[in-house]
Each structure stands twice: as C-alpha cells, then as structure tokens.
C-alpha cells in the first residue's frame, strides 16, 4: 500500500495564478483533510471531508476550494495565489475505528507564492 | 475559540535520558488526543492516542498521561534515543474528525 500520496512535491507559482494539489489514498478511508503548516507552527485544517460527496470548511478555508472526486481522491485548489498561501500542504485520511482515529499523512507539498 | 499549545517549544535531552513533552488544551469537550511526531521533511506520523475518559495509556517506550482537571496532556518518551529527534505536535479530536493541533515542541537528543 503506498498510503497517503500527494503531488505535486515543489511547486513555485506567481501571485494570481492558479493551481490544484492532488492527494489520493489507498486505505479505503472515508474521511480526507487538507492542511497548512507554516514555518515553526502547528498544521491548520483548510477543508475536510467526512465521506465521499461531503465537504466542509475547516480554520482557514479563505482562498481555497477542494473536490471529494471519489473516495480515494481529495483535490485542494488555489483559483488566484497570494504570498500569504506560500506553505506546506499536506493531506491526510482516516477511519474512525475501536483504538482511536488515527490520521495517516502524505509527505507534503512545498508551495511557494511569489 | 480553541487552542491547544505547548508549554516548551525546544526540549534538549541527552541521550538514554526520560522525555517529558507537555501540551494544554483550552477546551474539554473533545473526544480523544493524540500525539504525532514529525521528522524534517516529513508528514507527522501517529505515535500514540487517548481516549478523554482516560487517565494513562502506554506504548512502546511511550507513555501519554491525561489530567482533565487542569486540561493537561504529556508523552514521556523513555531512554530517549537520536531517532526521538523531531517535533512532537499534540492534537485534540472533537466529533471524530475535527483535529486541532498545537504549535509542537523540537526534541533535541545529545549523543
């Protein structure tokens, strides 16, 4: 199983442009997140979808929308970049089962906004 | 509104020595925490969870320990090696799938 995968890795974008992140999972889980995590903080949530055809807003969803294309896919996208987006994205799934709710991450997504 | 923070942001240890991490919590109406570890570089990875109804709960080499009472939240990291260095990010759950995660605090381990 690979897991959480995310693309892409690095990506470097001018102020205005656009882009979407990719993030699929291969564990059948219900539940995907988006997050930020800027430097020395904490991750915040941006999105979340409780199952597949559900999405809701989490901390900070100004400046984003997200897709919940099926179940294994979560899609982030950024319609106009600002410098303030400039951070580590990272996208996580899990399943709520009798030990807990553990979320499994993917490694990331570096974006840069000049 | 919510905040879960930590107390330290860097923690120094020499090796072979017991971790203590310490995280506050604001609000208590949340189902369980959990603590994650997170590697430069890399996305956090789930090290151990309690339940809110909990007191203590052990793991391999870790130990969380809950106090409801003044909203307190610890991982005690035993004979902490060179691989325990990274940041440790507590997490507060609430409704299943709402997490809330604090700033995290750098655990340095000296050989």
Known sequence: NAGVTQTPKFQVLKTGQSMTLQCAQDMNHNSMYWYRQDPGMGLRLIYYSASEGTTDKGEVPNGYNVSRLNKREFSLRLESAAPSQTSVYFCASSEQGASGNEQFFGPGTRLTVL | ?111
């Open chain 2, 1 to 111: 509104g919510e905040s879960v923070g930590l107390h330290l942001p860097t923690l120094s240890v020499q090796e072979g020595d017991n971790s203590i991490i310490n995280c506050a919590y604001s609000n208590s109406a949340s189902d369980y925490f959990i603590w994650y570890k997170q590697e430069s570089g890399k996305g956090p990875q789930f090290i151990i969870d309690i339940r809110s109804n909990m007191d203590k709960r052990q793991g391999q080499r870790v130990t969380v320990l809950l106090n409801k009472t003044v909203k307190h939240l610890s991982l005690q990291i035993a004979a902490t090696q060179p691989g325990d260095s990274a940041v440790y990010f507590c997490a507060e759950i609430k409704n299943f799938n709402k997490f809330y995660f604090g700033s995290g605090t750098k655990l340095n381990v000296k050989p």
